[in-house]
Each structure stands twice: as C-alpha cells, then as structure tokens.
C-alpha cells in the first residue's frame, strides 16, 4: 500500500515548523547530545486516527529582494511533486502577502489539492484579515493556531479525507536493506555488483513507496530485499542535480528498510550532508554499515587511515562496521553480505533478563554515579524492552540523576559484552513505579 504524502509550503515564520512538530509528535530522538548532527528535520512518518502518511516540511518560500531563493523553490516543487495533499500554511496576524501569491502560483500549477491553513487565528489581527485569503482562490480553507490548539483536529480530518485506513498485513520477515548517500557515490553500480557477485536468483517486486525499486534476491538459501532509491522517474525535472534534495527518497528507504548502507565515495572523503544522512538513519532505528566505495581510485590506499579519519567524522557511528569496496572492478564486493548479515541479527538481538542485570549492576558497582544536592542514582532493575533497535529499560530512583556521560558509559558497558555491532541501541530511564 502506498503511504501518502503530505507536504508543508508557505513562506517564512508562518508557523510551519509548530505545526509539522505538533503533527509528527513529540518523537525521542536517539541522539540528542550528539555534535555535529543538523538536526532540521524536513521529513518524518505521522500518524492520526487509523491512517499514516509521510508528512514533508520545506523552507520558506521568500521573494524578500526581488531575489528567488532557488534552492527552497526548487525543495518547495520536490515536495509539492511528491504530495497527495498540501497545506498551504499563512498567516492569519499578517494577512495576504506578495510572497503568499507567488506560492499560490506554483500551487496552482501543481494541480495538487490544497488546503489552506490560516494560522495564528488567535490574534485579534487576524480576525480582520481572514477573508482576505479567500483570494487566493483555492477551495478548503480552514483556521487554525498551531501554538493553542485551535481548528487542529478540524485540518487533520481535512488532510486524511482521501486517505486509505491502515491494513494490518503479515509482517514480512526477508531482511530489507537500501544503499544512501549522496548522488553520484554509485548506490546502483553497488546494487549491480553486489547481484552479479552473488549470482543470486533476481526478481523484481512493485516498491510500495513511490520511486524505490524492491529487487528480492536469495543469498546462501534466505531471501533478501535490497531497496534502490534510483530516481523519481519524472519526465522534465531536473531535480536530480539538486544534491541536497536527494535526500528525500533516502529517507523512504530508510523507512522501510532494517539496515542502511551509507555509501561514500572513496575520492571526495566525508562531507556535511553523508553526516545528515546518516543522522536519519540514525534517528529511525536502523542498522547501518559504512561503505567506502571507489576504493580502487585512491591512491596509496591505507585501509587503517582511512578507517580512523571515518571514525573521527562519524563520531557518532563508532559502532559501524567499515566496508572498503570497488563497484567497477567488484574487488572486496564479497565483504558486503556478510556485514549486512551480521547487522540484521543483531538489530534484532535480545540478552536475557538475569545476564543484564549482571552486566549493569557489575557496570555500576565499578563506577558508582556521583551524588548530586545530595542524592545519588541508585540502578533497581533493567530490562530489555524492544527490538529493531535494541531498547533497554532502566528503573531507577529518580530519572533526573542520569547524567549523559553516565548513560553513555552504560551502553559502552552493553556493547563490551554484547554483540550490537551496526545497531544503534535506545537507552530508557523510569522512576520506580513509573507506567
């Protein structure tokens, strides 16, 4: 089943980024110290009543200058592209604007439906300018204060009207997987030599997201599903050369996929956006493999160099495995599976209740937590609450007390003694007697 989309347009500091955090939820994210992560979230999964739907942020559209910032537009068209519906978010304090009309103009010949957001219809201002936006000449309207929780419920029955009710369907237990980086680092070259190298038995699957390509595959007698995100496949847009905006079909493959494999190329090294990402990957839970690709370009090639300025860059994947690789000479393709193997297992690995508490109490008895005003962190119980990732569950005195660098020497302590390789891992405080 196709998950619609929805997207966000309007310009500037209308409130569309209230509105897309209080339609996503508040969402825990796995890595909330970490530095050196962009944490402007453009995409997420939402949920209302009995339906899902990707729900898609984009950047303010703003004609400030007579200059057209191109790279929001051309976000903006990828966005509304991707949309079953789109809220049109304006503000109902400022009332009517030239920007306004020039985000009309491209709605207009998107032939989308639009449903018009007036938002911030708590002011008194607004009042006076509410009718002024029925010249925009779209068919819904519906006023709204994302901060008061105002029409909030009246706009999400509105954006799901068409939608079709989630199904429970049997679980597909085949390992998914999908290659991610940016344009151009050979995500489909990999995926080809990959097939080629196995000599699997190949057949291709109808994706059930828009624009990926689901080609099921056999290795060492199990089935497999390998996700390519190779286009949008839409005649006459040149949004693929907007590298950053790539990112958008990533992220649906992330989605549905166990493990990531977040390709580099071997000439270019690491830059921001492999980091961004990564990020998502990240964030929804999954299993990730760092694949250098290109390897035979690099001259003087030094596997433990290059592993080391990898680890420096992603800080925060010090756990992922490292896979060098050519796609054009197929050296070291070989390596892949067996990774991609090792991750799946172990996204989904549960440790026995008595073992854990062993290694957690033997953790805390090494290294008592500082006392805090007074107050000390005192461990009763942990247990294992979840899978896909890895989730653990600590009941505890009191939540508060648990210092970051004292977590993070708690999932050092998991990883020492347990296999979690490639998997990030959730860490979870409860006060005793906590639901």
Known sequence: ?????????????????????????????????????????????????????????????????????????????????????????????EGLTANDLIVRDILRKSKKRVIVAINK????????????????GFDEYIPISSEHNIGFIELMDAIVRDFPKQEEKEEDTRLKFCMIGRPNVGKSSLINALLNEERVIVSSEAGTTRDAIDTVFTYQKQEFIVIDTAGMRKKGK????????????????????????????????????????????????????????????????????????????????????????????????HTLMPEILKVGENIKREVKTNVLNDVIMDAYSLNIPPSYKGKRLKIYFVSQSGIKPPKFTFHVNNKGLVHFSYERYLENKIRENFDFEGTPIVLQFKNRGEQ
């Open 1 to 93: 089943m196709n998950i619609p989309n929805v997207a966000l347009v309007g310009r500037p500091n209308v409130g569309k980024s209230t509105l897309f955090n209080k339609i996503v939820g508040k969402k825990i994210a796995i890595i909330e110290d970490t530095p050196g992560i962009t944490r402007d979230r453009i995409y997420s999964e939402a949920k209302y009543l009995d339906y899902r739907f990707h729900l898609i942020d984009t950047g303010g559209i703003d004609v400030s200058k007579e200059l057209f910032n191109n790279e929001i537009k051309v976000q903006a068209e990828i966005a509304i592209e991707e949309a079953d519906v789109v809220v049109f978010v304006v503000d109902g304090k």
């Open 121 to 136: 219809v708590d002011h008194k201002a607004s009042q006076e300018h509410m009718y002024d936006f029925y010249e925009l």
């Open 238 to 333: 040149v949004f693929e050369s907007v590298e950053k905006y790539s990112l958008l079909r990533s992220l649906k493959a992330i989605d549905r996929s166990d493990v990531c494999l977040l390709v580099i190329n071997a000439e270019e090294g690491v830059i921001e956006h492999d980091k961004h990402i990564a990020s998502y990957a990240l964030e929804s839970g999954k299993g990730i493999v760092l694949v250098v690709n290109k390897w035979d370009t690099v001259e003087n090639p030094n596997i433990k160099e290059y592993t080391q300025m990898l680890r420096n860059e992603f800080q925060f994947l010090t756990y992922a495995p490292i896979v060098f690789v050519s796609a054009l000479t197929k050296k070291r393709i």
